[in-house]
């Protein structure tokens, strides 16, 4: 018998190798086409919510505001990664719909918070390039700022740099027309798209996010520290405000106030909270600051 399976190893080997890749593509594929079709229901169904992470500033610890980050708690695999679903949703379109159901909601949460804060809180909304790209998404963004009555200053749009890929030029006339409406962009996970420093003087933004991957990364790697820092400086000689993802311990955070990074966000800060976790975080700051 060992002979036998001996002579025909390679053969053998071969045929396995391409069966064992072929099985565990079939079941990637299974599970996309599954949170594909699940994704059809899920917002009427009502599995899908917003939860929110503040930013605050790194010097005063005060409030900046929250991102609103998408979450898919769907029936049979549970709570699914937004690295994920987003991903899926933008391959089949569906991100259009999605993406819109986030700016409204998140458009109907800043009014409901800044009528009640004191202070004025930005939202920061994460935006895909497919959406930005898609027709009348300008128009759409005028119309939840009108229908909610915000302030479009206190509203942030967060895009990456895949932005920019493919027509240079249309994306930076859409980001354009964002601006006329009020509304501020910000660069999200900078440093690990084609980055390079000197094209960022060429984009109509107003905030730079450093990745968490580069923040992370800081402690351990001097080059990583000293890229930072020249990054904060250089945004700042462009009158970019420079956000800090990822901060999640006290060393991080000190070192961002030692580059001057303006805000920071992180789990050492809080973790993404529901609406109604939120509201006591807002309680508790507000007291500390009394
Ligand atoms: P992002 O926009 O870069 O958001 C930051 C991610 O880092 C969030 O993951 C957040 O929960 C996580 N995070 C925050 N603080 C820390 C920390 O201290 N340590 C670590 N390790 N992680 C931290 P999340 O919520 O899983 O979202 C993942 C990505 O999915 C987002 O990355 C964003 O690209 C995308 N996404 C989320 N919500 C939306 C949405 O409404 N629309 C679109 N188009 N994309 C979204
Ligand atoms: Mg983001
Ligand atoms: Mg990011
Ligand atoms: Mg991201």
């Given at each position: 018998?060992?002979?036998?399976?001996?002579?025909?190893?390679?053969?053998?080997?071969?045929?396995?190798?391409?069966?064992?890749?072929?099985?565990?593509?079939k079941?990637?594929?299974?599970?996309?086409?599954?949170?594909?079709?699940?994704?059809?229901?899920?917002?009427e169904?009502?599995?899908m919510?917003?939860?929110?992470?503040?930013?605050?500033?790194?010097?005063?610890a005060?409030?900046?505001?929250?991102?609103?980050?998408l979450?898919?708690?769907?029936?049979?695999?549970?709570s699914?990664?937004?690295?994920?679903f987003?991903?899926?949703?933008?391959?089949?379109?569906?991100?259009?719909a999605?993406?819109?159901?986030?700016?409204?909601k998140?458009?109907?949460?800043l009014?409901?918070?800044?009528?009640?804060?004191?202070?004025?809180?930005?939202?920061?909304?994460?935006?895909?390039?497919?959406q930005?790209?898609?027709r009348?998404?300008?128009?759409?963004?005028?119309?939840?700022?009108?229908?909610?009555?915000?302030?479009?200053?206190?509203?942030e749009?967060?895009?990456?740099?895949?932005?920019f890929?493919h027509?240079?030029?249309?994306?930076?006339?859409?980001?354009?027309?964002l601006?006329?409406?009020?509304?501020?962009?910000?660069?999200?996970?900078?440093?690990?798209?084609?980055?390079?420093?000197?094209y960022?003087?060429?984009?109509?933004?107003?905030?730079?996010?450093?990745?968490?991957?580069?923040?992370?990364?800081?402690?351990t790697d001097?080059?990583?520290?000293?890229?930072?820092?020249?990054?904060?400086?250089?945004?700042?000689?462009?009158?970019?405000?420079?956000?800090?993802?990822?901060?999640?311990?006290?060393w991080?955070?000190?070192?961002?106030?030692?580059?001057?990074?303006?805000?920071?966000?992180?789990?050492h800060?809080?973790?993404?909270?529901?609406?109604?976790?939120?509201?006591?975080?807002?309680?508790?700051k507000?007291?500390?600051?009394?």
């Amino acid at each position: 018998q060992h002979a036998d399976t001996a002579t025909s190893t390679s053969k053998k080997e071969g045929s396995n190798k391409y069966t064992f890749f072929h099985e565990s593509m079939k079941l990637d594929l299974r599970r996309k086409m599954d949170l594909e079709k699940g994704m059809r229901r899920a917002l009427e169904n009502q599995e899908m919510s917003l939860c929110y992470q503040p930013q605050v500033f790194a010097k005063t610890a005060e409030n900046r505001g929250v991102e609103a980050l998408l979450r898919w708690h769907h029936p049979v695999f549970g709570s699914v990664s937004p690295y994920e679903f987003i991903q899926v949703a933008e391959e089949s379109g569906q991100i259009l719909a999605i993406g819109e159901w986030v700016l409204s909601k998140a458009c109907e949460k800043l009014a409901e918070f800044n009528d009640h804060q004191p202070h004025k809180l930005t939202m920061s909304v994460n935006v895909s390039t497919l959406q930005l790209r898609s027709r009348g998404f300008v128009e759409m963004v005028k119309k939840y700022v009108k229908k909610h009555k915000i302030n479009p200053s206190f509203l942030e749009l967060e895009m990456t740099e895949s932005v920019f890929i493919h027509s240079f030029d249309e994306a930076v006339t859409i980001l354009n027309e964002l601006r006329e409406i009020g509304v501020k962009i910000s660069l999200d996970d900078f440093g690990t798209g084609f980055s390079s420093l000197s094209y960022l003087r060429h984009l109509p933004i107003n905030t730079l996010k450093i990745d968490k991957a580069f923040v992370q990364g800081m402690e351990t790697d001097k080059d990583t520290e000293i890229m930072i820092d020249s990054v904060i400086t250089m945004a700042h000689n462009m009158n970019l405000d420079v956000i800090a993802e990822g901060v999640e311990n006290e060393w991080q955070l000190q070192a961002m106030k030692r580059y001057e990074c303006d805000m920071v966000q992180g789990y050492h800060i809080s973790h993404p909270l529901t609406e109604e976790m939120l509201g006591k975080y807002f309680e508790k700051k507000n007291d500390e600051n009394s």
